[in-house]
């Protein structure tokens, strides 16, 4: 099985990080172009992965992923959500404070491994599955160690990449 990565389009919290709906927000009209612009010509997907939050789903939606014969199967996978990062505001209307929480690199890399977990016992059944999700997820997902330090790949809006082949179990 041959897996492709996909990172989502221009977002509003890309333009503007200032936005209070960073956690899913849609994306932009450019992030819609980029979209529409993607060629998948070349691909026959039989599975697209991507994760729940908006501006994965409506990257998929704005691209060509669906004019194909025959339709690849598509799937919410939770595995592929953006690390948890909440913004809080105190309910007393008098103080204001931020509060970031943040998913732990143990917890990073637990979703990683479940998800190429599900990927192996996918393998059989499927040829070409495409992973749409977010780039400091996609950076962890392909990161590698060497001497302690981890080094991973950064996708840019709207780039799609071939990752890895999973052999059938």
Not at 118 to 138: E, P, R
Not at 149 to 154: I, M, Q, S, V, Y
Request: proline share 2%; aromatic share 12%; with cysteine.
């Amino acid at each position: 099985m041959e897996v492709y990565l996909l990172r989502h389009a221009e977002s509003e919290y890309n333009v503007d990080p200032l936005n209070n709906d960073f956690i899913d927000c849609s994306i932009t009209s450019n992030g819609q172009q980029q979209a529409a612009n993607l060629d998948f010509s070349s691909y026959s997907f039989d599975l697209i992965l991507c994760s729940p939050l908006r501006r994965c789903r409506q990257t998929v939606e704005y691209s060509s992923l669906f004019k194909s014969t025959p339709l690849p199967k598509f799937e919410i996978c939770s595995l592929l959500r953006e690390q948890i990062k909440a913004k809080c505001d105190l309910l007393d209307g008098e103080q204001t404070e931020e509060i970031f929480l943040e998913e732990t690199d143990e917890s990073v890399d637990k979703r990683v491994n479940e998800l190429k977990n599900d990927l192996a016992t996918k393998s059989s059944l499927y040829k070409q599955v495409l992973l749409v999700s977010h780039a400091d997820f996609l950076w962890n997902l392909t990161s590698y160690e060497v001497q302690n330090e981890k080094f991973g790949r950064w996708l840019n809006n709207c780039e799609l990449i071939f990752w890895k082949v999973f052999e059938t179990l």
